[in-house]
């Protein structure tokens, strides 16, 4: 079982790497959540190493590498499933389904048209607008659409993830 603990107590590192990847600066999310995985507890250990291979999927994918993308993408989505629906304030349960509509997304258009998946990347960076139009993949025939890359802690998440209390919910593992 993996407690979550208040959404008020995200500490510095955590929130500077939530930042970077808000940004679109996914190596630079990964270096800073290496050095809070390193020193971390083995309980705690796979939900930042779960944000930080997210991120390098999506620099990967920044850089045309689908295996890369693909291997990433999926492992971080796993290691953060038992910490679902919250953990240490952060949206858990709409960073995996992010993540794991970005792994469908390149397996579902495959290894030649990664070029066409990563340039929906730049789109979908930042805060979701609402009622915007949502990121589709250009030059794709069967509609692929995709979530922001956006990682919602306490302070800025949606009302849905706001409303309930999620620091205060246990989740089995």
């Known amino acids: 079982m993996v407690s979550n603990c208040p959404s008020d107590s995200i500490d510095s590192p955590l929130g500077k790497g ?7 600066e996914y190596y ?16 705690e250990k796979p939900f930042y190493q779960g944000i930080l291979q997210i991120a390098v999927g999506l620099y990967h ?3 045309h590498n689908w295996q890369g993308a693909s291997i990433l993408l999926g492992e971080g989505v796993n290691r953060l499933r038992p910490f679902e629906p919250a953990y240490a304030g ?30 929906a990347i730049p789109q979908a960076q930042g805060k979701p607008i609402p009622g915007a139009s949502p990121i589709a993949i250009a030059g794709i025939e069967a509609p692929l659409v995709l979530p922001a890359l956006y990682i919602y802690s306490g302070e800025t998440a949606p009302s849905d993830f706001a409303a309930g209390d999620p620091s205060s919910a246990d989740r089995e593992t």
Do not use: K, P, S, Y
């Open 28 to 43: 630079a999310c990964h270096d800073v959540l290496e050095a809070i995985w390193i020193e971390a507890t083995m309980v």
């Open 18 to 24: 939530i930042d970077l990847f808000n940004r679109g």
């Open 61 to 63: 994918l920044g850089n």
């Open 90 to 119: 952060v949206d858990v349960a709409g960073l995996v389904d992010c993540g794991w509509a970005w792994l469908t997304a390149l397996h579902q258009t495959g290894r030649e048209r990664v070029v066409e998946v990563a340039a």
